[in-house]
């Protein structure tokens, strides 16, 4: 078996867009944070957020999404995003989140997905994750 994953960490810097007209970050971009480094994260176990195989197209729809914020951010700010496994089960993860400025807490959240087929035309339905994927994930802790 390869490496197995429990943790996720990405920077990223505040961009102008990310800002209201106060210069600090709309409190909808931290979603877009987290989605963003679980991405990454999908992409680093050899899958993306949405893929397909063997004309099976496989999704990840969220099921709940939660953000608690602690301190603003601003224009330029360099952001480090932590995701990690806070539970996996056959069909779902779940996914909490710390956003820092430095040794500042910013924002932390969580993020629950389900594993799906998503083919065009037909009902979306959980199914089992990837054995190849679920492999490579592990509850954090």
Known sequence: MGQVYSTYTTTR?????????????????????????????LRLLGTSVLSERDGVHIGWPRMSASCDYKSPAFFEDELTITLWVKRKSNRS?????????GDTLIAEGEIGVACCVCNPGEKMRAVEIPREVAGKIKEYG
């Open 93 to 101: 993860l779940t996914y909490a989140h710390t956003i820092m400025r």
């Open 13 to 41: 810097r505040v961009e102008f867009s990310d800002t209201d007209l106060a210069g600090i970050v709309h409190f909808s971009r931290f979603f877009i944070y987290m989605e963003s480094v679980e991405h990454e994260f």
